[in-house]
């Protein structure tokens, strides 16, 4: 095979970024890959924070083969010293010709010196913006504004009609199988996921990792629930077969900012600032509907996940919340991208980035 489309290079590195999404938060994830007449050489995926940057390891990977290469990057390069030396320098040594990258780096140290004008400088070629609304779901809480507030993912799965559950509350499983694997390796970038009590008690869900995703520990439960009986029924449930910790969160108008931790014997700890669940900002949301209404409409979800299952549920077990008076002041999600999983199709879309 040989590699002459960017986009198709492009594809391919966001796909062997995406299963370490989250992982080197406050690091982005990065793929890189050197590229010499249409032959892939080498490549590097930066995963943590302190490790080689993936142009690095592309490059130390590729050696003499980079000189009159081109390099491909799913983030702009650095230009400024952190804990590593900047990737500029390395690609201007190595001899590369031409540098193609999918996402500007946000960051103000690089927006001051932006890669544009350091490569530019040394002769060498620059392409930035291929697939970037695709590579930005790599790192989307890198991509918005600074925020001490966890970066929220709603991810829902529906059917054509737009329906979460058929009326009896069955919704296992709507998706395809590959769809539910990019749902676990979602899973494993972060550190909890929050559901609301009715989907608890109708599903008995384990929220594990599964599908074959390497991961480390099962991320935390926040189970949204009023009811002071909750802590105790959580027992029983399927939540607590694995060693992980379990909460309980009301839902405000400012979101979720608190939880309560349940012990094995159901009962409650005291309250305590959600940012004390979370080593990364990523949190996700996995419904049901009235959790997901809650949560839209007290503006706190930064990316919609939905994936699309080709059936008709019917019922009323839609989501979405109430209805706008003018379609001016309905929600609207930007850097969209599309993706199937066989016969699942999923929209994800960022607010406010
Ligand atoms: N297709 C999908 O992606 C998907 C995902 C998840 C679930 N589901 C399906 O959706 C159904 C359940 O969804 P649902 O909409 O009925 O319920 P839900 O969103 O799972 O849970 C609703 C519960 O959340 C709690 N809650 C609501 N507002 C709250 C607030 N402000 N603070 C704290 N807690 C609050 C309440 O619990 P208390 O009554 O205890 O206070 C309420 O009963 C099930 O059939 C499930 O299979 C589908």
Redesign the pocket.
């Known amino acids: 095979m040989t590699w002459r489309d960017p986009i198709a290079v492009m594809r391919a590195l966001i796909q062997k970024a995406h299963p370490y999404r989250g992982l080197g938060v406050p690091n982005p994830v990065v793929a890189a890959a050197v590229i010499r007449d249409g032959q892939w050489v080498a490549d590097g995926v930066h995963v943590r924070a302190g490790c080689a940057h993936a142009e690095v390891l592309a490059l130390d990977q590729a050696g003499d083969l980079a000189q009159g290469a081109t390099l491909y990057v799913t983030l702009e390069p650095c230009t400024h010293w952190g804990k590593t030396p900047p990737c500029c320098d390395a690609i201007i040594s190595a001899g590369i010709d031409h540098v193609v990258w999918a996402v500007d780096d946000p960051s103000p140290h690089v927006r001051r010196l932006p890669a544009q004008c350091v490569l530019e400088a040394a002769g060498i070629g620059v392409t930035g913006g291929v697939l970037a609304d695709h590579a930005r779901f790599l790192n989307p809480a890198f991509h918005r504004p600074q925020s001490d507030a966890p970066f929220i993912t709603l991810k829902?799965?529906?059917s054509l009609d737009g329906k979460?559950?058929l009326d009896n509350?069955?919704?296992?499983y709507?998706t395809s199988v590959s769809a539910r694997r990019y749902v676990h390796q979602i899973r494993n970038a972060v550190d909890a996921i929050v559901?609301?009590?009715?989907?608890v008690w109708?599903?008995d869900p384990e929220l594990t990792i599964r599908h074959g995703v390497e991961h480390g520990q099962a991320p935390a439960v926040i189970v949204?629930?009023?009811?002071p009986n909750?802590p105790k029924r959580l027992c029983d449930t399927r939540l607590f077969a694995v060693d992980r910790p379990v909460y309980t969160?009301?839902?405000?108008t400012a979101g979720i900012t608190h939880v309560q931790r349940v012990n094995a014997n159901g009962i409650l700890g005291p309250s305590e600032p959600i940012s004390t669940v979370w080593r990364s900002p990523y949190l996700l949301v996995?419904?049901?509907?009235?959790?997901?209404n809650?949560l839209l409409q007290a503006g706190v979800v930064d990316e919609l996940m939905v994936m699309i299952a080709p059936c008709i549920l019917g019922g009323s077990?839609g989501w979405g919340g109430n209805s706008p008076d003018a379609l001016a002041r309905c929600l609207r999600y930007s850097h969209t991208h599309v993706h199937q999983f066989d016969d699942t199709v999923m929209i994800q879309g960022l607010t406010g980035v």
Not at 195 to 199: H, I, S
Not at 249 to 252: F, G, K, P, R, Y
Request: proline share 0%; no cysteine; glycine share 14%.
């Open positions: 829902l799965a529906q979460l559950a509350g069955d919704s296992a709507l559901v609301g009590a009715q989907t109708m599903d949204a629930s009023r009811d909750t969160t009301t839902l405000s996995e419904g049901g509907g009235a959790v997901a809650q077990r």
